[in-house]
């Protein structure tokens, strides 16, 4: 694990450099797999690397010259919005699956019927992405440019970059545990949508200082988020297909909001505040110790 004073006495623009340029290869790649085979773990990774470069972007912001920041937060934002649509399609087909055995028999012929809608879905954002990359790749080609610009990267002293490092940590971990404060079973999907991103972004910054054990640690907080906001997408979905097609999906509806329910307890109980609190109470201690 890297210390923060080891990060302080680093080149802060290298360390940023290296990142984005390692995560813009990966982009590169993972985009390459995935006209290559469909495969979604292939889009899956694609989209952790953007997002894990916007975060970057975001949270050290005060590193980058303004105005290349703004084109490369902007490209990276369109890349990854055009994709959020085909992860959700991807998502809601898994649970269709393990709905199958759990909605009475009368019902699965109504779930097999959205989940051959779902399917045309997918495959035709998938196909629109295939086609955009193969014929027009100069999206990605802009990315490139933009993270190998060296006039991107501001080198600041190394005591204020210390100082700010440190800063940038805390004020995120003092925000998520704010936000974390009296979450109660009727806390509004906005809320937990919003703490998510913070953990998020908690996160990227940590894999980016090397705080790796840190990182990890900070999973199950988001992984009980990202549920919660899976099913919240899912509900929509559903009223937006019975709304369209005239019908009532009332069994499949039911078991959605049930889990919702469920999620929502099990994120109240994992993002409590003292757990963040004490996760980095003890990352700090054993930092010091290194």
């Given at each position: 694990m890297s210390s923060l004073n080891d990060h302080g006495t680093l080149e802060i623009s290298t360390l940023l450099q290296q990142n984005l340029m390692h995560a813009q290869s990966e982009i590169a790649l993972h985009v390459k797999r995935f006209i290559q085979t469909d495969e979604p773990e292939s889009l899956h990774r694609y989209r952790i690397h953007l997002r894990f470069s916007r975060s970057l972007c975001q949270e050290f912001g005060s590193f980058l010259e303004k105005k290349r920041r703004k084109v490369l937060i902007q490209t990276l934002k369109f890349l990854q919005k055009e994709t959020n649509a085909m992860r959700d399609l991807d998502v809601f087909l898994a649970c269709i699956e393990t709905y199958k055995n759990r909605v009475e028999a009368v019902s699965l012929a109504e779930l097999e019927a959205v989940e051959n809608i779902l399917r045309q879905e997918r495959q035709d954002a998938y196909d629109r992405f295939c086609e955009r990359y193969e014929c027009e790749p100069e999206m990605l080609s802009s990315l490139q440019r933009c993270v190998e610009d060296a006039n991107l990267y501001l080198s600041p002293t190394r005591k204020n970059a210390s100082h700010r490092l440190e800063a940038i940590v805390r004020a995120r971990v003092k925000k998520i545990a704010k936000l974390s404060q009296h979450l109660v079973a009727d806390a509004s999907n906005e809320r937990l949508h919003q703490l998510r991103l913070h953990y998020k972004t908690l996160r990227y910054t940590c894999d980016a200082l090397g705080w790796k054990d840190f990182?990890?640690?900070?999973?199950?907080?988001?992984?009980?988020?990202?549920?919660?906001?899976?099913?919240?997408?899912?509900?929509?979905?559903i009223k937006?297909?019975?709304?369209?097609?005239?019908?009532?999906?009332?069994?499949?509806?039911?078991?959605?909001?049930?889990?919702?329910?469920?999620?929502?307890?099990?994120?109240?109980?994992?993002?409590?505040?003292?757990?963040?609190?004490?996760?980095?109470?003890?990352?700090?201690?054993?930092?010091?110790?290194r």
């Amino acid at each position: 694990m890297s210390s923060l004073n080891d990060h302080g006495t680093l080149e802060i623009s290298t360390l940023l450099q290296q990142n984005l340029m390692h995560a813009q290869s990966e982009i590169a790649l993972h985009v390459k797999r995935f006209i290559q085979t469909d495969e979604p773990e292939s889009l899956h990774r694609y989209r952790i690397h953007l997002r894990f470069s916007r975060s970057l972007c975001q949270e050290f912001g005060s590193f980058l010259e303004k105005k290349r920041r703004k084109v490369l937060i902007q490209t990276l934002k369109f890349l990854q919005k055009e994709t959020n649509a085909m992860r959700d399609l991807d998502v809601f087909l898994a649970c269709i699956e393990t709905y199958k055995n759990r909605v009475e028999a009368v019902s699965l012929a109504e779930l097999e019927a959205v989940e051959n809608i779902l399917r045309q879905e997918r495959q035709d954002a998938y196909d629109r992405f295939c086609e955009r990359y193969e014929c027009e790749p100069e999206m990605l080609s802009s990315l490139q440019r933009c993270v190998e610009d060296a006039n991107l990267y501001l080198s600041p002293t190394r005591k204020n970059a210390s100082h700010r490092l440190e800063a940038i940590v805390r004020a995120r971990v003092k925000k998520i545990a704010k936000l974390s404060q009296h979450l109660v079973a009727d806390a509004s999907n906005e809320r937990l949508h919003q703490l998510r991103l913070h953990y998020k972004t908690l996160r990227y910054t940590c894999d980016a200082l090397g705080w790796k054990d840190f990182a990890k640690s900070l999973k199950p907080m988001q992984t009980a988020l990202g549920n919660v906001q899976d099913k919240h997408v899912q509900i929509k979905r559903i009223k937006r297909y019975n709304a369209l097609h005239q019908t009532e999906l009332r069994e499949l509806s039911a078991l959605l909001k049930a889990d919702l329910r469920e999620d929502k307890r099990t994120c109240i109980a994992t993002c409590k505040a003292e757990n963040l609190k004490k996760r980095f109470r003890r990352f700090q201690r054993c930092d010091e110790v290194r």
